[in-house]
């Protein structure tokens, strides 16, 4: 047998029942049977679901389009122009503040304050937070300047512009304001956001107003030493005087703030990077306050009193070159530049080139008596009249022929007989102007001071050999050259110095952010004239105020040697070029044995009263040097004068 089993038999599956008879009753669902010419039954509605594919299809084939383009822009913002916008981010989160260093001060000799720096603030605005978009009204910029046009003092439709300046987030709307205007400003943006908060048709239309810490100049004692000081401009910039010519020094150095914003406001948990400003140093002048005062006073009232265009008046330490006061009149407040005169800006007292007249004689005495020329008890016959080139010469005062000492010729302010005394000078005249011209320039004429002040004129004096014929014989008593006031006052310090002149000055110091103090550079000195010279010059110089002849009674102290001369010059308008009205001066020493104060007066153009410079520049003299003396504790040495002669009998 085999071990494989036998094929299975199929078997056949029982036959299904016959279908039912087809007059049986249909069952639901079945379909209806057509009976032999009857009608043919309705076919029933069938409802059949359609196709989702496409749909779907469409919707892929749009969100893989959206897709698509957010990939390509996102490539374009991450890596194509990844730079250009992470920049453009940071500009716009970021704001950059200039923080204003504080300008030093400015005070005298003795620490008290002539120009100071006080809290003040910028008063900016953010125009982007000023627009439709932002404040969801067409005129913002137009209600905002309605509001802050009063408050700020300015026109209405200036500031609407500065508002809706384009593609800037920074605009200025004022400069410097007191600490109350921007209070007014804060109080009312408060009011605004409150009642933005339970109105919510308000809309505050300053919230894109700010204000930057600054500062802002004042000057303590009004037009006080103006002159002098200057001033600074809207940009806090010195633009006139020491404020100009120590700029610099005075201005310090900005710092800068930078930090995170939103809205306008400060993100304080984004931190920010601050550098500090670096404060100015403070300056300290040479100038006496009270001294000042007293002679910024007698000038002023003696301009007024004669009706004159102006004056200046100079006080000088003999020692020392240092000025104790330099006056102006009339002047200006530098608080407040709306109300002064152009004519009154500056410091006329450097800036005014004029011819000096009889106060410049004591040059020429100096260089007769320094080249031993002649003596001071010389003796010169001065005729009323001196015939010399093309021109026939006076005095001032018409005289029959007077019988003088060289120190009765300064004491009398003869013209005449200091043509004669310098003519001594050299062989032929030519040379004796060779001669007076080294001393000239010894003196500081035709030169600058040395101080470096703003608009300074060092006058006008031409080389010897470009003298008219006139010039030869009227630079010797002060006409045909041009000096200026504080030219005018250092001669005078040289003589009382001994013949030394020592550079004016008129910073001490300064003091910076550290309170190190810096004294000024030591003034350069010159001999000019021997102290034998200079003294015998003192000596004649008292003449002219003790003796009864001299021309300078009116400048007397008593108690005190005084050693001075008198000008009276033909003036020449600036206006018009020509000789017109006359320039008046008064300068001098005291006390004459042992100088310590030098004091220069000139007025122009005395138009009431004398014009004289003995009968108008004298007082203000003797005022101003009174009050230094006493001021400064000056006591009087007690010596008696030198009394020496004035004329000598034939």
Not at 459 to 485: C, E, H, M, R
């Amino acid at each position: 047998m085999s071990d494989r089993e036998p094929p299975r038999r199929r078997v056949p599956a029982p036959a299904r029942p016959a279908r039912p008879d087809a007059r049986r009753r249909p069952g639901p669902g079945a379909r209806p049977v057509r009976r032999p010419g009857g009608p043919r039954p309705a076919a029933p509605r069938v409802i059949r679901l359609g196709s989702p594919r496409p749909r779907l299809r469409l919707v892929g084939v749009a969100l893989g389009m959206v897709l698509a383009v957010f990939v390509v822009r996102l490539l374009q913002v991450q890596a194509v122009e990844s730079s250009a916008y992470a920049a453009k981010a940071e500009q716009n989160r970021y704001v950059v503040h200039t923080l204003a260093a504080e300008r030093g001060g400015i005070t005298d000799r003795n620490g008290v304050a002539l120009a100071a720096s006080v809290d003040a603030d910028d008063i900016t605005a953010d125009p982007t937070m000023f627009t439709r978009k932002q404040l969801k009204i067409g005129d913002g910029p137009q209600q905002a300047a309605a509001l802050l046009a009063p408050i700020l003092g300015q026109d209405q439709d200036t500031l609407a512009k500065k508002l809706a300046t384009k593609n800037t987030r920074y605009v200025l709307l004022a400069r410097r304001q007191t600490p109350q205007v921007w209070n007014q400003i804060s109080d009312l943006k408060s009011a605004l956001n409150k009642k933005a908060e339970t109105d919510s048709s308000t809309v505050n239309v300053l919230a894109g107003v700010f204000s930057d810490p600054s500062s802002k100049r004042v000057y303590p004692n009004g037009d006080l030493a103006a002159g002098i000081l200057g001033f600074v401009n809207a940009d806090g910039k010195g633009a006139g005087g020491v404020e100009q010519q120590l700029d610099k020094e005075l201005s310090g150095k900005d710092g800068k703030i930078r930090y995170a914003q939103s809205g306008g406001r400060e993100v304080p948990t984004a931190g920010s990077t601050e550098t500090p400003a670096v404060p100015g140093s403070d300056v300290e002048l040479t100038i006496d306050r009270d001294i000042q005062w007293a002679a910024q006073n007698a000038i002023s009232d003696q301009v007024a009193k004669s009706k004159a265009d102006r004056g200046y008046v100079i006080v000088q330490d003999t020692q020392t070159g240092q000025i104790l006061a330099m006056a102006n009149s009339p002047g200006f407040d530098p608080n407040d530049l709306s109300t002064a005169s152009s004519s009154a800006l500056g410091n006329a007292a450097l800036q005014d080139a004029y011819e000096p007249g009889s106060t410049a004689k004591v040059m020429s005495m100096a260089a007769v008596l320094e080249e031993n020329a002649a003596t001071p008890l010389t003796h010169v016959v001065v005729p009323n009249r001196l015939h010399r080139g093309d021109r026939l010469f006076q005095d001032d005062v018409d005289h029959a022929t007077w019988y003088l000492t060289l120190n009765g010729v300064l004491a009398k302010s003869s013209n005449i007989g200091t043509i004669l005394a310098t003519g001594q000078l050299g062989t032929t005249q030519r040379k004796a102007d060779d001669v007076l011209y080294k001393y000239l320039r010894k003196f500081g004429i035709g030169s600058y001071t040395g101080l470096d002040f703003p608009g300074e004129t060092k006058g006008i004096l031409a080389p010897p050999d470009k003298w008219s014929t006139s010039q030869q014989y009227t630079i010797p008593f002060g006409q045909g050259v041009s000096i200026n006031a504080l030219q005018a006052a250092s001669v005078y310090s040289t003589i009382a110095n001994g013949g030394v002149r020592v550079e004016p000055t008129l910073v001490r110091g300064t003091k910076g952010a550290d309170g190190q103090f810096t004294p000024a550079a030591e003034p350069k000195k010159t001999r000019v004239v021997s102290a034998k010279t200079a003294k015998e010059v003192s000596q004649m110089l008292e003449s002219v105020v003790d003796d009864e002849q001299g021309t300078g009674a009116l400048a007397r102290i008593p108690g005190y040697r005084v050693a001075g001369k008198t000008g009276t010059a033909n003036r020449v308008d600036p206006a018009t070029g020509k000789y017109s009205g006359y320039t008046s001066s008064f300068a001098g020493f005291a006390p004459a044995d042992k100088p310590r104060v030098t004091v220069y007066c000139a007025i122009q153009n005395a138009t009431k009263g004398s014009y004289f410079g003995g009968q108008i520049c004298g007082p203000v003299y003797k005022k101003v040097m009174e009050f230094a003396l006493k001021s400064l504790q000056v006591p009087p040495t007690g010596a008696k004068a030198a009394n020496l002669p004035v004329s000598y009998s034939p």
